[in-house]
């Protein structure tokens, strides 16, 4: 049911970067509606990563950033290193659901 | 710095309600800078927003769920509340409760989970 698309799997060695998209429409990310970012460690809850587009909430490493164009958004994890192992989430409003959806996930891997 | 717990059943039949609490603490319910929510995530599946209520009582939710939804808000307790009725086993995930941003929408704090499993 998500309305914002993610590719299903990245990978990189360590050290590399990393960039992850995240499709949307005119009735979520193209409607200016922020973007936020999410990371999920195996059996943990998601922590906020990027928060409106391209903001860092304090203890997050600067190694993470977010962007936003038109209908889509991205965030690029760079140095990647083992910890950043994990399951992405990308989120926005939609006026169409008068709610917020997720994206469909993306599991970082290193190799 | 906010916490929220959820409690409630870990096991609820199939066509019976599902009922889950979110307890808060180190913040208020009654904040006019957030809203309240329920997010899931079936097992190995991606989150999905369940709904969510700003203190005053005004709500939220997703349109596929939203005959069988329920949010509600208790300010005297600092607690919200989740009702799902008519379960199947296509309900049973983790279910998050969370703190939501009242003018960007993102969601600052989790709970831990809970799993709820439907089956008989």
């Known amino acids: 049911q998500s309305v914002l698309t993610q590719p299903p799997s990245v990978s990189?060695?360590?050290g590399q970067r990393v960039t992850i998209s995240?499709?949307?429409?005119?009735?979520?990310?193209?409607?200016?509606?922020?973007v936020h970012w999410y990371q999920q460690l195996p059996g943990t809850a998601p922590k906020l990563?990027?928060?409106?587009?391209?903001?860092?909430?304090?203890?997050?490493?600067?190694?993470f950033s977010g962007s936003k164009s038109g209908t889509s958004a991205s965030l690029a994890i760079t140095g990647l290193q083992a910890e950043?192992?994990?399951?992405?989430?990308?989120?926005?409003y939609d006026s169409r659901m008068?709610?917020?959806?997720?994206?469909?996930g993306t599991k970082v891997t290193v190799l | 710095?906010?916490?929220?717990?959820?409690?409630?059943?870990?096991?609820?039949?199939?066509?019976?309600?599902?009922s889950l609490t979110c307890t808060v603490s180190g913040g208020?319910?009654?904040?006019?800078?957030?809203?309240?929510?329920?997010?899931?995530?079936?097992?190995?599946?991606?989150?999905?927003?369940?709904?969510?209520?700003?203190?005053?009582?005004?709500?939220?939710?997703?349109?596929s769920l939203k005959s069988r939804v329920t949010i509600s808000v208790d300010t005297s307790n600092n607690q919200f509340s989740l009702k799902l009725s008519s379960?199947?086993?296509?309900?049973?995930?983790?279910?998050?409760?969370?703190?939501?941003?009242?003018?960007?929408?993102?969601?600052?704090s989790w709970g831990q989970g809970t799993l709820v499993t439907v089956s008989s």
């Open chain 1, 49 to 63: 990563l990027i928060y409106g587009n391209s903001n860092r909430p304090s203890g997050v490493p600067d190694r």
């Open chain 1, 12 to 14: 990189g060695a360590p």
């Open chain 1, 98 to 104: 008068s709610g917020y959806v997720f994206g469909t």
């Open chain 2, 87 to 108: 379960v199947t086993a296509a309900d049973t995930a983790v279910y998050y409760c969370a703190r939501v941003g009242y003018s960007g929408y993102e969601v600052d």
């Open chain 2, 28 to 63: 208020s319910v009654s904040s006019s800078s957030y809203y309240w929510s329920w997010i899931r995530q079936p097992p190995g599946k991606g989150l999905e927003w369940i709904a969510y209520s700003f203190y005053s009582g005004s709500t939220n939710y997703n349109p």
């Open chain 2, 1 to 18: 710095q906010v916490q929220l717990q959820e409690s409630g059943p870990g096991l609820v039949k199939p066509s019976e309600t599902l």
């Open chain 1, 22 to 34: 995240c499709t949307g429409s005119s009735s979520n990310i193209g409607a200016g509606y922020d």
């Open chain 1, 84 to 92: 950043d192992e994990a399951d992405y989430y990308c989120q926005s």
